[in-house]
């Protein structure tokens, strides 16, 4: 429905946001996760302040896709909002059209969850910098009093924002029957009363995608604000590959042989 009222006399934008994305995903697999992976096979000698480059690196590539989300969003909210080139997998991960927050938190409790396992001896193949194989042996309280405030936060932002989304749709609904009504069905005093109250709704939903944009931004740093640097290369590196994987062609082919014919 949004995408709908969106053509009524909201601008659209001269680039689709699809094609930023594809040109930001492409350096993110192609160029920084390699990087980052090698920065963390580096030897203990050389390799700490060379990591620390790359995750802050990656970390700034992930804070310019939301600002340029947001420019995106208030061009053309309809396009980021409820995004139809995101593939079928990527679809149930989406949050107010971005990822959701809480996928931040779960990927770092699986890492402190996992912090009491043992080490697998094949990683040292792959990860010859000690302190990055042992990155979550030992958590800090400083980490795990961390997340749990971002949780607590995240308990209470969520439910809002997305409380002031249906509240938007709502109102929008509420006007469009009123107003229909008075009308009668006539067909140009219509396309006036729809495009003022999509006009309004759309403003509110831009201010709401532009709040949940700023709550992704704002736990990714916090998160990564609790951590070493060695346990955010490592969560920088999962969050990565999550991405990477969600256009896995072999992962996607049997995502859709799961499908269901309704």
């Known amino acids: 429905m949004f995408k709908a009222i969106a053509h009524f006399g909201f601008k659209k934008s001269s680039k689709p946001f699809k094609d930023y994305y594809d040109g930001w995903f492409k350096t993110l697999k192609n160029v920084l996760l390699p990087q980052l992976r090698h920065a963390m096979s580096s030897s203990a000698t050389s390799g700490p302040i060379l990591l620390a480059s790359h995750v802050e690196v990656m970390h700034r590539h992930f804070l310019k896709y939301y600002e340029a989300l947001d420019l995106a969003a208030a061009n053309d909210v309809s396009q980021v909002l409820y995004p139809d080139w995101r593939n079928p997998f990527e679809k149930p991960f989406l949050w ?3 990822l959701h927050p809480y996928l931040f938190t779960n990927l770092l409790r699986s890492f402190i969850g996992d912090s009491e396992s043992e080490i697998d001896s094949g990683i040292f193949d792959k990860l010859q910098n000690w302190h990055v194989v042992m990155a979550w042996k030992s958590p800090s309280r400083k980490l795990t009093t961390g997340v749990d405030q971002i949780e607590c936060g995240l308990r209470l932002m969520v439910p809002a924002l997305a409380a002031r989304a249906r509240d938007a749709q709502a109102k929008f609904v509420e006007k469009m029957a009123v107003e229909w009504g008075k009308c009668e069905g006539r067909k140009q005093e219509m396309k006036g009363v729809v495009g003022e109250s999509a006009a309004a709704e759309m403003e509110e939903l831009v ?12 736990v990714l740093s916090d998160i990564l604000n609790v951590m070493d640097v060695n346990q955010a290369a490592v969560f920088l590196e999962a969050l990565a590959q999550f991405l990477v994987g969600f256009r896995n062609r072999e992962l996607l082919s049997q995502f859709d042989k799961c499908s269901l014919e309704l």
């Open 96 to 98: 107010l059209g971005d």
């Open 207 to 218: 201010g709401v995608f532009v709040d949940a944009n700023r709550l992704r931004r704002s």
